[in-house]
């Protein structure tokens, strides 16, 4: 057990409105936005990547917005490696709080992208990086510097790119699997390897960026911190391109539960989690499936028979944690074709109706044989156990 002196405190970077708001459908307006940087803000996350200015108007409207609400936290803005977009984050941020402004820049460095997208050799690609990150630096105090796909880039030019960012002024780079194809133990091994062959590594520090491709961007992150990366990139309910990002949520209540261990301190407020997670999915459109970790709608509910009826004797039995923990509405005991007498006896308590014996049977005969598709809701219950009464009169 590591004692709270040694804790390191990981650093959120919130990705939803860049990111997140990649993914097909779930476009934010401006109003929208601010909503959610508020929200995310409250939540305990210190920075924002708050938009990609080349790309829209609407993206220099929005971050322009969000630094005058929020004028204490860090907002960055991506650029491609162009002077242009560089300009165009500049007039996003010119009116923000200059310590509280950076820049992260990212060119794609794997085979396939230099080959495919960019047409650039090694050597042109990294006069084009270094040439970006000094025309950034002109303008900006932090410059982040991104190598797109590092995770399959090879090796020894993945450190040459870092070594020649760092040493042209990126103060922090970006280690991000974009196509989500890591193990947890190949984050562990690349972080180590960069670490180890990247001489002037210690002049920056990383931000580890995770998509869900494999459905392990939130072990790959957890992974990444406990090779000591400081700096965490998620999105609220794991939204982005393809399969998404590290899901901020899963992240922050992993933390809450085995931070002590992992020697790692959160700065998030978990109970305001569950909250953020609706507000994100309702202004984005993208509903949670019911099974979604941490805040899919079903983490609370139960409907089988013996789980039901081991959480009424102790919550403990069949829960990982207290719904308080996350801000999750309490434990929902379902009615259904598994569901056992406990359940359905405490269920009719609650709408003030004490049955037990025979009738208690007969009721839950009667529940169990509805629809299949509607699980047994209050009305039905109780109409379930008039029906009951009526007959045994
Ligand atoms: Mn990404």
């Known amino acids: 057990m590591v004692s709270g002196v040694d804790m390191r405190t990981v650093y959120f970077s919130d990705t939803t409105l860049r990111d997140g708001e990649q993914m097909p459908g779930a476009s934010l307006n401006i109003e929208q936005k601010v909503r959610i940087a508020r929200s995310v803000v409250e939540a305990g996350v210190a920075s924002l990547d708050a938009g990609f200015p080349a790309c829209a108007q ?19 803005a991506l650029a491609r490696t162009l002077p242009q977009d ?7 941020l010119a009116n923000s709080r200059p310590d509280k402004r950076s820049v992260s820049l990212f060119i794609g460095t794997s085979p396939l992208h230099r080959t495919h997208k960019l047409r650039l050799s090694v050597g042109e690609l990294i006069r084009v990086v270094r040439e970006s990150i000094e025309y950034a630096r002109q303008k900006f105090p932090l410059v982040a510097f991104s190598p797109e796909d590092a995770s399959r880039t090879e090796p020894e030019v993945l450190c040459q790119v870092y070594t020649e960012a760092i040493d042209a002024g990126a103060r922090v780079i970006g280690f991000p699997d974009t196509v989500g194809v890591l193990m947890p133990k190949t984050v562990r091994t690349m972080l180590k390897m960069i670490q180890d062959n990247v001489p002037n590594f210690d002049k920056s520090i990383v931000a580890g960026h995770f998509h869900n491709d494999l459905g ?7 992974a990444a911190l406990e ?13 982005g391109e393809r399969a998404g990002n590290t899901a901020f949520e899963e992240v922050a209540l992993a933390l809450a539960l085995h931070g002590q261990e992992m020697g790692i301190q959160s700065p998030i407020d978990t109970t305001k989690l569950w909250e953020l997670s609706q507000l994100v999915s309702e202004l984005t459109g993208i509903p949670l499936p019911a099974n979604k970790a941490v805040c899919g709608g079903n983490v609370f509910a139960t409907e089988a028979g013996i789980h039901q009826d081991g959480i009424l004797k102790h919550p403990g039995t069949y829960l990982p944690y207290r719904s308080e923990l996350t801000g999750a509405p309490s434990v929902r005991l379902v009615i259904g074709k598994h569901s056992g007498r406990s359940a359905v006896s405490e269920r009719l308590k609650s709408l003030n109706i004490a049955m037990e014996g025979e009738d208690l049977d007969r009721v839950m005969e009667i529940a ?21 009464v009526r007959a045994g009169l």
């Open 368 to 388: 169990k044989t509805a629809p299949k598709e509607a699980w047994v809701d209050d009305a039905a219950l109780l109409s379930s156990a008039v029906a009951v």
């Open 86 to 92: 560089i300009d165009k984050a500049f007039e996003a």
């Open 227 to 239: 090779e000591g990366v400081p700096i965490l990139q998620c999105t609220v309910n794991g939204i």
């Open 58 to 76: 609407t993206e220099i409207a929005a971050i322009q917005r969000i630094t005058s609400e929020l004028p204490a936290t860090s907002v960055s």
């Open 216 to 222: 392990l961007a939130t072990a790959n992150a957890l």
